[in-house]
Every structure is written in structure tokens, then in C-alpha cells.
């Protein structure tokens, strides 16, 4: 099964309207879900794996045989679709959906796999994509100062050796 083209985040107005829910995410460094600013604690490098995935293909169904795969490689577990199902239920416990069916929440649960409805700029790899490309065009511009600027916050946003 392929991926699906993106879908619209849940909680916005067209998509540029603010998140319903203040979390951000970070991949650049330890895999970590912060709600209003203080971290969430998800354990386990598995279910920060599942995360991960998810957060680089936001508003996009990604399969289950993707997932798995990124898991476990060529050989995954006899148990693998249940094991599957308890670490996104593990992510969903940790995104404060405790109870949801997953659908209508942030991570809902799709034909074939799992979508994580948030906005991009709610990922700090994602920002930090946008800001090379504003730094990258302000360069090409001349406008020297600005792309240093860009440049200088994309950065920031390391804080380690990703996906860990």
C-alpha cells in the first residue's frame, strides 16, 4: 500500500488557522512531544520510532507494512501487528488521547495505517526545512543579514544527534 497525499491538520481554518492543541515536536535531538511547552514523557526507543515516522510524513496516511518495516526491518515479529498497535496506542496515551478511538484526535487511525494530523511548523525538522529555505533565499537576494538570521535560528533547533 502507497502513502497517502497529505491531509488537511485537524483544528485549522483552511490550514493556516492556530493548532487546537499546543504541542510541538522535536526530532532534531531525543524524539520528544512537548504539550504547552513542557515535555511529555513517551519511553521506549520503539514507540519513539513509531513517532518519528509519523512526524515526517505529518497529515499523511503511513502504512502499517511502512511502520513495521522501519520497526524491524525484513523480519518482523509474528506479533508485529499487535505490537504495532501498542506503541501507537502508547503515542496516543502520550499526545493525552487516553480513550479515543483515534479518529478525531491527533493521531487517527487510517485504512491501512496511521495519520498524525498536525501542522508541519509544529515540528522542529520541518521548521528547520523552511527556515534553510528562507535563509537560502534571502541569500540569493543579497540581503545577507536576514539569511544569516534564518540561518542562525535553523540551528537552534539542534539539540543533539537526531531521532534518538
Same mark, same amino acid.
Given at each position: 500500500?502507497?502513502?497517502?497525499?497529505?491531509?488537511?491538520?485537524?483544528?485549522?481554518?483552511?490550514?493556516?488557522?492556530?493548532? #487546537?492543541?499546543?504541542?510541538?515536536?522535536?526530532?532534531?535531538?531525543?524524539?520528544?512531544?512537548?504539550?504547552?511547552?513542557?515535555?511529555?514523557?513517551?519511553?521506549?526507543?520503539?514507540?519513539?520510532?513509531?513517532?518519528?515516522?509519523?512526524?515526517?510524513q505529518?497529515?499523511?496516511?503511513?502504512?502499517?507494512?511502512?511502520?513495521m518495516?522501519g520497526?524491524? %526491518?525484513? #523480519? *518482523? *515479529?509474528r506479533?508485529? #501487528?499487535?505490537?504495532?498497535?501498542?506503541?501507537?496506542?502508547?503515542?496516543?496515551? $502520550?499526545?493525552?488521547?487516553i480513550?479515543?478511538? %483515534?479518529?478525531?484526535?491527533?493521531?487517527?487511525?487510517? *485504512?491501512?495505517? !496511521?495519520?498524525l494530523?498536525?501542522?508541519?511548523?509544529?515540528?522542529d525538522?520541518?521548521r528547520?526545512? $523552511?527556515?534553510?529555505?528562507?535563509?537560502?533565499a $534571502? !541569500?540569493?537576494?543579497?540581503? !545577507?543579514?536576514?539569511?544569516?538570521?534564518?540561518?542562525?535560528?535553523?540551528?537552534?533547533?539542534?539539540? %543533539?544527534?537526531?531521532?534518538?
Open positions: 500500500m502507497t502513502d497517502s497525499p497529505p491531509q488537511p491538520p485537524a483544528g485549522h481554518s483552511g490550514g493556516t488557522g492556530a493548532p #487546537t492543541h499546543r504541542l510541538s515536536f522535536s526530532l532534531l535531538g531525543r524524539v520528544q512531544i512537548q504539550r504547552d511547552g513542557r515535555p511529555v514523557d513517551l519511553r521506549g526507543r520503539k514507540p519513539r520510532a513509531v513517532l518519528a515516522m509519523l512526524l515526517l505529518p497529515n499523511r496516511v503511513v502504512s502499517c507494512e511502512r511502520l518495516e520497526l524491524w %526491518g525484513d #523480519t *518482523p *515479529p506479533s508485529a #501487528t499487535n505490537t504495532l498497535q501498542a506503541f501507537v496506542s502508547r503515542v496516543r496515551a $502520550a499526545l493525552g488521547e480513550g479515543s478511538a %483515534g479518529n478525531g484526535g491527533v493521531l487517527e487511525t487510517a *485504512p491501512g495505517g !496511521y495519520l494530523r498536525i501542522d508541519p511548523s509544529q515540528v525538522v520541518h528547520f526545512e $523552511a527556515l534553510l529555505e528562507r535563509g537560502a $534571502a !541569500y540569493g537576494q543579497s540581503d !545577507y543579514a536576514a539569511a544569516r538570521a534564518f540561518l542562525d535560528e535553523a540551528l537552534e533547533l539542534w539539540k %543533539g544527534d537526531p531521532f534518538l
